[in-house]
């Protein structure tokens, strides 16, 4: 045997035994999971449940409950012994252990400790309202993230499309120079459009994996690997009219409850400051034993506000209590400025979606179809082809865009009139 064939055979023996290796890999691999099919509610509960911002919003409810507590205590009663010794100097008494015993209570204004106990009752209501404001932005900012994917996912298939369709159109302009029916520059300039298609199409997949990244981000890391939305930018919204978006702002915003909560709070302390011009009682019982007399003394205590009037506290607990009803009003305005606002954004995008749906959107593709006979009968160039693509590409880009604000003035409508929001209110 030459040394020819012993390399031929040992080749062979090589490529068997790779061959062997890939078969058994493909018989043992497992084929890919197929994507998970998700809603944007699926996703907003995911949210939910593993968001840090809202575990620490959770966490400040807490420590408000545990104020109530504190505001709430009594305070705990005193005792006092005293021991010393008792010496005669002068003729007949009796000298000896001298020893005292003191208890001591002392007993709030009852104004003054409701008014405490109010203005931490009302922190806590404040509390779970900052929890609600958190909760109403992180489910529309989860929202409108997912429409955003959605729109990137229209973005990443048109682009698709128009890479595949300007393949075709170079392949039959190859043909077409080839055979010497066109002028070399037609393949040229269908060169230069394909790779700017495939340009564009490379970006919008990036961004489609981008900003499925910060959707899993705001998870915390707990999607699927592989997952797709079951929603549509086309999926309709019933939006209620503005009367009503206006109404149930002043009840179910977070914000104003949150405001109106710490004005509240801010005139309990007006309460507490007023009050404390009368302070607590003390009363102490108190026993005395000598070697000849014991003796019993119930006394009490009261500071009397001749000189201290609270004027200072009083007056900063006012200009507080101003500032904060201020605030409310002021934001109480400007809710009603965006809720206008929006709605207006949310009609226009309307607007554009049925002009752009039913008008622009078939006469870019009319034009596009007449455009491609006129070039398959050699009355017109490629270049013609070629821009009317270009001008459907750019309607369908802003029909898509359209339908993305549509949305997203919907959301947020509802992050304004606080439909987000949880509505329960846990008192402690």
Same mark, same amino acid.
Request: glycine letters at 4%; hydrophobic letters at 45%; proline letters at 3%.
């Given at each position: 045997?030459?040394l020819?064939?012993?390399a031929t055979?040992?080749?062979?023996?090589?490529?068997?035994c790779l061959?062997t290796?890939?078969?058994s890999h493909?018989?043992?691999a497992t084929?890919?999971?197929?994507?998970r099919?998700?809603?944007i509610d699926?996703?907003?509960e995911?949210?939910?449940?593993?968001n840090?911002?809202?575990r620490?919003?959770?966490?400040?409810i807490?420590?408000?409950?545990?104020?109530i507590k504190?505001?709430?205590a009594?305070?705990?009663?005193q005792?006092?012994?005293?021991t010393g010794?008792?010496r005669?100097?002068?003729?007949?008494?009796?000298?000896?252990t001298?020893?005292a015993?003191a208890?001591?209570?002392?007993?709030e204004?009852p104004s003054?400790?409701?008014?405490?106990?109010d203005?931490?009752k009302?922190g806590?209501?404040?509390? #779970?309202?900052?929890? %609600?404001?958190?909760? $109403?932005? !992180?489910i +529309?900012q989860?929202?409108? &993230?997912?429409?955003e994917?959605?729109?990137?996912?229209?973005?990443?298939?048109?682009?698709?499309?128009?890479?595949?369709?300007?393949?075709?159109?170079?392949?039959?302009?190859k043909?077409r120079?080839e055979?010497?029916?066109?002028?070399r520059y037609?393949i040229i300039?269908?060169?230069?459009?394909?790779i700017?298609?495939?340009?564009?199409?490379?970006?919008a997949s990036?961004l #489609?994996?981008?900003n %499925?990244?910060?959707? $899993?981000? !705001?998870? +915390?890391?707990?999607?699927p &690997?592989?997952?797709l939305?079951?929603?549509?930018?086309?999926?309709?919204?019933?939006?209620?009219s503005l009367?009503?978006?206006?109404?149930?702002?002043?009840?179910h915003?977070?914000?104003?409850?949150?405001?109106?909560?710490?004005?509240?709070?801010?005139q309990?302390r007006?309460?507490e400051s007023k009050?404390?011009?009368?302070?607590?009682?003390e009363i102490?019982?108190?026993?005395?034993?000598?070697?000849?007399?014991r003796s $019993?003394? !119930?006394? +009490?205590?009261?500071q009397?506000?001749?000189?201290?009037q609270?004027?200072?506290?009083?007056?900063?607990a006012?200009?507080?209590l101003n500032?904060a009803?201020a605030q409310?009003?002021?934001?109480?305005?400007?809710?009603?400025?965006?809720?206008?606002l929006?709605y207006?954004?949310?009609?226009?995008?309307?607007?554009?979606?049925s002009?752009?749906?039913?008008?622009?959107v078939?006469?870019?593709?009319?034009?596009l179809?007449v455009?491609?006979?006129?070039?398959r009968?050699?009355?017109r160039g490629?270049?013609?082809?070629?821009?009317?693509?270009?001008?459907?590409?750019?309607?369908?880009?802003d029909?898509?865009?359209?339908?993305?604000?549509?949305?997203?003035?919907?959301?947020?409508?509802?992050?304004?009139?606080?439909?987000?929001s949880?509505?329960?209110?846990?008192?402690?």
């Amino acid at each position: 045997m030459t040394l020819t064939s012993i390399a031929t055979l040992s080749r062979s023996k090589v490529i068997l035994c790779l061959f062997t290796l890939q078969l058994s890999h493909a018989a043992w691999a497992t084929p890919d999971a197929p994507a998970r099919m998700l809603s944007i509610d699926d996703i907003v509960e995911v949210v939910l449940k593993n968001n840090a911002n809202l575990r620490v919003a959770k966490n400040s409810i807490d420590l408000a409950s545990a104020s109530i507590k504190t505001a709430g205590a009594i305070p705990n009663p005193q005792i006092e012994s005293i021991t010393g010794n008792n010496r005669a100097l002068i003729s007949g008494a009796v000298g000896g252990t001298v020893s005292a015993l003191a208890l001591s209570q002392r007993i709030e204004n009852p104004s003054l400790r409701r008014a405490r106990i109010d203005g931490a009752k009302y922190g806590f209501d404040a509390s #779970v309202q900052a929890f %609600a404001i958190t909760n $109403n932005e !992180l489910i +529309a900012q989860t929202k409108a &993230k997912a429409y955003e994917y959605l729109l990137r996912k229209e973005e990443e298939r048109a682009a698709y499309d128009s890479l595949a369709l300007l393949e075709q159109i170079r392949a039959k302009v190859k043909i077409r120079v080839e055979s010497g029916e066109a002028a070399r520059y037609e393949i040229i300039k269908a060169d230069a459009e394909v790779i700017q298609a495939r340009q564009k199409y490379q970006t919008a997949s990036l961004l #489609v994996e981008q900003n %499925a990244l910060a959707l $899993n981000r !705001l998870t +915390a890391g707990q999607l699927p &690997k592989k997952w797709l939305l079951r929603e549509n930018l086309t999926d309709p919204t019933e939006t209620p009219s503005l009367i009503d978006i206006l109404n149930m702002a002043q009840v179910h915003n977070p914000e104003l409850k949150m405001l109106q909560a710490e004005v509240n709070k801010r005139q309990a302390r007006l309460n507490e400051s007023k009050q404390g011009r009368w302070p607590s009682v003390e009363i102490r019982l108190t026993q005395m034993r000598d070697p000849e007399i014991r003796s $019993n003394a !119930l006394s +009490a205590s009261i500071q009397v506000p001749l000189f201290d009037q609270r004027t200072g506290p009083i007056a900063e607990a006012v200009a507080d209590l101003n500032r904060a009803t201020a605030q409310l009003e002021g934001r109480r305005i400007d809710l009603e400025q965006q809720i206008d606002l929006a709605y207006k954004s949310l009609a226009i995008a309307k607007i554009r979606v049925s002009a752009l749906s039913t008008g622009a959107v078939t006469e870019a593709q009319a034009a596009l179809r007449v455009a491609e006979a006129a070039y398959r009968f050699g009355e017109r160039g490629i270049l013609d082809v070629l821009d009317a693509q270009r001008i459907l590409r750019a309607v369908n880009a802003d029909l898509l865009d359209a339908r993305y604000q549509y949305q997203l003035a919907n959301i947020e409508l509802q992050l304004l009139a606080g439909l987000n929001s949880s509505q329960s209110t846990t008192t402690p």
